[in-house]
């Protein structure tokens, strides 16, 4: 099975999860509901998750080919896309997805190093997370009115991932959150479709930020440096 029909068959069961986690029902269920609490879906209102879900993949596994590390970033893509999906919907990033993600993804980068025999990145991916935890925790007692305890959470689960690749990728990652956060407000400004005083979710800017610096966050440093020295 390719990376991007397993995107096909996770993003099919991702909806239920969508649907259950907001009203305070597991992710999880059990033999007895089926793992993942329903069937997967391929109905119409899945399409787009599942389309997201199966491109996320296919992006991953050409990043990351075969490796160590790419489990932990499957794992990664999907929760992010349920979690941008929930906080869109109810402006919430609820803790059954959060916490969970510290020690799966923790664990899975935790055995990557382990295959690679390398110990260095799975250190500095825990100094991501505490950095950019605790970033996000000062910026949301400066101002607690545009930040909340959800985005700090997430903020852990993104310098894991982001500080395994390297501290250009933390910066990055965390910098273009904010810009793309700053665009979205903007555009919904201009659209009218939301106020001065309306409450814009931000983990889906987080997430993306996050992730186009996982795909891209070398050539992106390589390119903001090198237009410094011209």
């Known amino acids: 099975m390719s990376i991007g029909l397993l995107g096909v068959l996770?993003?099919?069961?991702?909806?239920?999860?969508?649907?259950?986690?907001?009203?305070?029902?597991?992710?999880?269920v059990g033999p007895g509901g089926g793992w993942f609490g329903s069937a997967p879906r391929f109905d119409r209102q899945s399409v787009p998750i599942i389309a997201v879900t199966a491109a996320v993949y296919?992006?991953?596994?050409?990043?990351?080919g075969f490796?160590?590390?790419?489990?932990?970033?499957?794992?990664?893509?999907?929760?992010?896309i349920a979690l941008a999906a929930?906080?869109?919907?109810?402006?919430?990033?609820?803790?059954?997805?959060?916490?969970?993600?510290?020690?799966?993804?923790?664990?899975?980068?935790?055995?990557?190093?382990?295959v690679r025999g390398e110990l260095g990145p799975f250190l500095r991916a825990l100094a991501g997370m505490v950095v950019l935890y605790a970033l996000y925790y000062l910026l949301m007692l400066i101002y607690p009115a545009g930040m909340g305890f959800g985005d700090v959470k997430l903020a852990?689960?993104?310098?894991?991932?982001?500080?395994?690749?390297?501290?250009?990728?933390?910066?990055?990652?965390?910098?273009?959150?904010?810009v793309i956060g700053a665009l979205a407000g903007l555009g919904l400004l201009a659209t009218r479709r939301a106020t001065r005083k309306s409450a814009v979710p931000f983990g889906p800017a987080m997430l993306l930020g996050a992730l186009i610096a996982v795909l891209a966050g070398i050539p992106i440093a390589d390119w903001y440096l090198g237009g410094m020295a011209g």
């Not at 852990?156 to 904010?178: C, D, N, Q, R, T």
């Open 10 to 28: 996770v993003g099919a069961y991702l909806p239920g999860i969508i649907e259950r986690v907001p009203a305070g029902e597991p992710v999880l």
């Open 58 to 64: 296919a992006l991953l596994a050409a990043r990351f």
């Open 67 to 80: 490796s160590a590390e790419l489990p932990a970033f499957l794992y990664g893509g999907a929760a992010g």
């Open 86 to 114: 929930i906080d869109l919907a109810h402006h919430r990033l609820p803790n059954a997805l959060t916490l969970p993600s510290y020690l799966i993804a923790g664990g899975l980068l935790g055995l990557a190093a382990l």
């Open 156 to 178: 852990g689960v993104l310098g894991l991932y982001l500080g395994w690749l390297g501290w250009a990728e933390v910066i990055i990652g965390g910098f273009l959150g904010f």
